[in-house]
C-alpha cells in the first residue's frame, strides 16, 4: 500500500495546506521508493517489459499534476480542488485494495509462477497514464491503485514480479511528480526533513512488526481507515463519518465472513494455510518459520 494513501492526509489533517502536503510527501517518497526498488531490482523481481511501458505512461502525466492544479485558480480553490481530489483518491484506493484482496484470496491473483507473462500493451500505458496522473495530483494511487491495475490485468504474474515492477516504476513516477510540484510550489523543509527522518525508522519498525501482527487485522485497519478519511476530506457530516466508520467494523467482517463459506472456507476460524493468511499479494514462503 502506497504511503501516500496515509501520509498526505495525515499531513492535511495536522493543518499543512494540501498543496505543501502532496509536493513534501511526493519527494519524500521519492527518497523511500528509491531504497526497495533498487532492491527488487538487484533481486532480479520486477517484469521490466511492464515497468517500461507503465513508466511511458505514468512519467509524463505525473508531471503534469502539478501544473493542472496551479491552473485552477486562486489558492483558496487549489487548495479546495485538491482536498477533493484526494478525498476521491483515498475512496478508490479503499475500494481497489478491497478488490485486491478479493481477487487474491478466492481468485489467486498474484500466485502463478514466475515465467512468461503476456502483456497487454496499450493497456498497461493506459494504467500508467491514469495511475501517474493521480500520483501527480494528489500522491495517492502509486501502491494501491496501480497495483491493482496490474493484477486485474494480469492475474497470472507472480507477486515477487508484481511487488518488485510496482516498485520499479514508481520511482521515475514519484520522481516526475515530485519535480513538478517543487517547480510550482517549492519545499517546506519543516515538513520534509521530519517525514524523510520518520520515514526510516517507521520502515524498519513496520517490517519487525509484520511478522507479528494478523495480516487480516491490518488490511481491515487500512480499509476502514482510507474510507473515513477520504469522506472527511469530502466534507461528509461527521455523523454519517462515524456511523459509515461503525458499519464497517460490525458488517465488514460478517460480509467477509459470507464470502469465505461461499467459498468453501470457515467463516471465522483461519487455519494454517489458509489464503487470508500470509502477506498479499502473494503466499508465505514454505520454508519460511513461522513466529511462535
Known sequence: MGGGALMTPALVFLGIPPTAAVANDLVAAAINKSVGAAVHARSGSPDWRLARLLMLGSVPFAFAGAFVVDAVG?????????????????????????????????HHWGRGEEGEVKVRVAATIAVG?????????????????????LLLLHPALAA????????????????????????????????????????????????????????????????????????????????????????????????????????????????????DLGDLPGPRDPHERTPR
Not at 491514469?130 to 500520483?135: D, E, N, P, T
Open 74 to 106: 486562486s489558492v483558496e480553490q487549489r487548495e479546495a480542488f485538491l482536498r477533493l481530489a484526494i478525498g476521491v483518491a483515498l475512496l478508490l484506493a479503499a475500494s481497489t485494495y478491497t478488490l485486491r484482496i478479493y481477487g487474491t484470496v478466492f
Open 160 to 275: 515477487r514480479r508484481l511487488v518488485g515492477t510496482d516498485l520499479v516504476q514508481a520511482v521515475p513516477l514519484v520522481l516526475s511528480a515530485a519535480v513538478s510540484h517543487v517547480i510550482v510550489s517549492g519545499i517546506t523543509w519543516a515538513v520534509l526533513i521530519p517525514l524523510v527522518l520518520g520515514g526510516t525508522p517507521g520502515t524498519f519498525v513496520g517490517a519487525r512488526l509484520a511478522a507479528w501482527v494478523p495480516g487480516t487485522a491490518i488490511r481491515r485497519g487500512i480499509v476502514i481507515v482510507l474510507t473515513l478519511t477520504g469522506l472527511s476530506l469530502l466534507k461528509v457530516p461527521p455523523m454519517v463519518v462515524g456511523a459509515t466508520g461503525a458499519a464497517l467494523l460490525v458488517l465488514g467482517p460478517l460480509a467477509w465472513a459470507v464470502l469465505r463459506r461461499a467459498h468453501g472456507l470457515p467463516a471465522f476460524t483461519p487455519h494454517r494455510g489458509d489464503p
Open 129 to 149: 497514464a491514469v495511475g501517474g496522473l493521480l500520483v501527480g495530483l494528489t500522491s495517492v494511487g502509486s501502491g494501491s491503485i496501480i497495483m491493482v491495475s
